[in-house]
Nanobody
């Protein structure tokens, strides 16, 4: 089970750190990711990281967000720097057992991931 935390309200230009913890078992996934979904829009991938710690990002967040993982602690994180109002959404962590690179997982999107958290809301105010 994946459980997100760290969501809340943040001012544009500030920073926020999201965390996702895998509970009830070992951190055995190969590729993990953050997705987001805003009101009236489809869920979209934000960032991916694979077992070798290679990362990939959606163009909209590249240079501002950073995805990291600590397999020993079963924890995935997303550092959100200089957020914009367009980043307001519910953020979900997701995990895949398939041995796919971060780049390929970002390209394929939701279909790769079989485990999902329930999400945490992030609201960016200007």
């Amino acid at each position: 089970q994946l459980v997100e935390s760290g969501g809340g309200s943040v001012q544009a230009g500030g920073s926020l750190r999201l965390s996702c913890t895998a509970s009830g078992g070992t951190y055995s996934f190969y590729t993990v990711a953050w997705f987001r979904q805003s009101s009236g829009k489809e869920r979209e991938v934000v960032a991916t990281i694979d077992n070798d710690d290679w990362t990939d990002y959606a163009e909209s967040v590249k240079g501002r967000f950073s995805i990291t993982q600590d397999s020993a602690k079963n924890t995935l994180s997303l550092e959100m720097n200089s957020p914009k109002s367009a980043d307001t959404a519910t953020y979900f962590c997701a995990a895949a057992s398939a041995r796919l690179s971060a780049i390929l997982a970002l390209t394929i999107g939701m279909a790769v991931f079989e485990a999902w958290g329930k999400g945490t809301q992030v609201t960016v105010s200007s």
